[in-house]
């Protein structure tokens, strides 16, 4: 096994702040989309950790990090190593608590995640991953045409039987990517509570479909550092 800390424990909180032009408690339209950029740019670190090892992106500023990878035998032995020939999966415990930004939208970000890649065993072609965690982004700020709003978030995720190829192309090729996110509107001394889930599918490229609250967006995994990656089904053709 193989170990590092740097970090502490994250602490997980919620609560939707009132901001400087408020929104409608009831605006479910405006909570789906600012819901789908925070879900979104959550997939598109959980694909950046299984292609490439990061956990986070570029967006983000870490302020404490936790991570114990365990390396296991088709046994399930941990091994000292990793071993190409005989490691048959790996886990990856993580904690990170982080600033992260975007057009339009920053926040303090705390999540844990457990995943797990099988399938290494001998000369793989593919590799599948399993995972779960959760989140939290406090003080989760959005500003566009619309107002500005400024968020707190809890949830938990988890990565599906979702399948990479070994290769050229970093895309997974199936699988899903869920979240359950909990919203509370704190407006003066209401509080409203808000539920979504969300489901970002993947197949094989980089624009996937994500649907929240029943309405489709679509997510493109390949956003650059800084830009939003989603945008409503269709709505990129009229750009």
């Given at each position: 096994m193989w170990k590092t800390r740097t970090g502490g424990a994250l602490a997980m909180t919620l609560a939707l702040a009132a901001c400087d032009t408020p929104i409608d408690p009831g605006s479910d339209d405006v909570i789906d989309a600012d819901v789908a950029i925070v879900a979104g740019s959550s997939a598109i670190d959980a694909v950046s950790f299984i292609t490439s090892g990061q956990g986070m992106g570029s967006d983000a500023v870490p302020h404490s990090r936790n991570r114990t990878v365990?390396?296991?035998?088709?046994?399930?032995?941990?091994?000292?190593?990793?071993?190409?020939?005989?490691?048959?999966?790996?886990?990856?415990?993580?904690e990170i608590a982080a600033e992260v930004s975007r057009d339009g939208w920053s926040g303090s970000l705390h999540r844990t995640s457990d995943i797990a890649v099988s399938g290494l065993a001998g000369h793989e072609t593919t590799r599948l991953w399993n995972g779960a965690g959760t989140e939290s982004v406090e003080r989760s700020a959005h500003s566009d045409e619309r107002g500005s709003r400024e968020y707190d978030l809890n949830g938990s995720w988890s990565l599906n039987n979702v399948v990479t190829p070994v290769g050229d192309s970093p895309w997974p090729l199936s699988g899903n990517f869920t979240h359950d996110i909990t919203v509370t509107v704190t407006r003066g001394d209401q509080t409203h509570t808000r539920e979504r889930h969300v489901t970002i599918t993947f197949n094989g490229t980089s624009t996937v479909p994500m649907i929240v609250n029943g309405e489709t967006f679509e997510l493109d995994l390949a956003t650059r550092p800084g830009?939003?990656?989603?945008?409503?089904?269709?709505?990129?053709d009229r750009r």
């Amino acid at each position: 096994m193989w170990k590092t800390r740097t970090g502490g424990a994250l602490a997980m909180t919620l609560a939707l702040a009132a901001c400087d032009t408020p929104i409608d408690p009831g605006s479910d339209d405006v909570i789906d989309a600012d819901v789908a950029i925070v879900a979104g740019s959550s997939a598109i670190d959980a694909v950046s950790f299984i292609t490439s090892g990061q956990g986070m992106g570029s967006d983000a500023v870490p302020h404490s990090r936790n991570r114990t990878v365990t390396f296991l035998d088709a046994d399930g032995n941990p091994q000292d190593r990793y071993d190409p020939l005989t490691t048959a999966s790996i886990r990856t415990v993580h904690e990170i608590a982080a600033e992260v930004s975007r057009d339009g939208w920053s926040g303090s970000l705390h999540r844990t995640s457990d995943i797990a890649v099988s399938g290494l065993a001998g000369h793989e072609t593919t590799r599948l991953w399993n995972g779960a965690g959760t989140e939290s982004v406090e003080r989760s700020a959005h500003s566009d045409e619309r107002g500005s709003r400024e968020y707190d978030l809890n949830g938990s995720w988890s990565l599906n039987n979702v399948v990479t190829p070994v290769g050229d192309s970093p895309w997974p090729l199936s699988g899903n990517f869920t979240h359950d996110i909990t919203v509370t509107v704190t407006r003066g001394d209401q509080t409203h509570t808000r539920e979504r889930h969300v489901t970002i599918t993947f197949n094989g490229t980089s624009t996937v479909p994500m649907i929240v609250n029943g309405e489709t967006f679509e997510l493109d995994l390949a956003t650059r550092p800084g830009r939003v990656p989603v945008f409503r089904f269709r709505e990129r053709d009229r750009r």
